[in-house]
C-alpha cells in the first residue's frame, strides 16, 4: 500500500502548512475523523490493434481529514486539606 500511504502523507503534511498558514501549532495537531469514500469512475478508452477499443476505468476515492489541536491541560490548583463547614 505504498502508493495509498503517499496520499495520506501528502494531506498530512498539507494540514501542516494549512495549520502554519492559520497560526496554529502543528505539533499539537491530532486526528479526529478521517473517512475514505468511493467516488465515480473515470472511463477512459484504450486504443487497441485490429479497430478494437478496450474500456479503462480507475478508481478514484474521497478522502476526508479533520484534524484539531490538542487542548493543553491546565494544572489544578493546590487546595489545602481543610474544608469549609457552613
Known amino acids: 500500500p ?4 503517499r ?3 501528502d494531506l498530512l503534511k498539507n494540514a501542516a ?6 497560526e496554529l501549532n502543528p505539533d499539537a495537531l491530532e486526528v479526529t475523523h478521517i473517512q475514505v469514500n468511493r467516488a465515480p469512475n473515470q472511463r477512459r478508452r484504450s486504443y487497441r490493434a485490429h479497430g478494437r477499443i478496450n474500456p ?8 476526508e481529514m479533520i484534524l484539531t489541536e490538542r487542548d493543553v491541560p491546565v494544572p489544578r490548583p493546590k487546595t489545602s486539606a481543610k474544608t469549609i463547614a457552613q
Open 56 to 63: 479503462y476505468q480507475s478508481s478514484p476515492s474521497h478522502i
Open 2 to 5: 505504498q502508493k495509498s500511504c
Open 17 to 22: 502548512s494549512n495549520a502554519e498558514v492559520k
Open 7 to 9: 496520499f495520506i502523507l
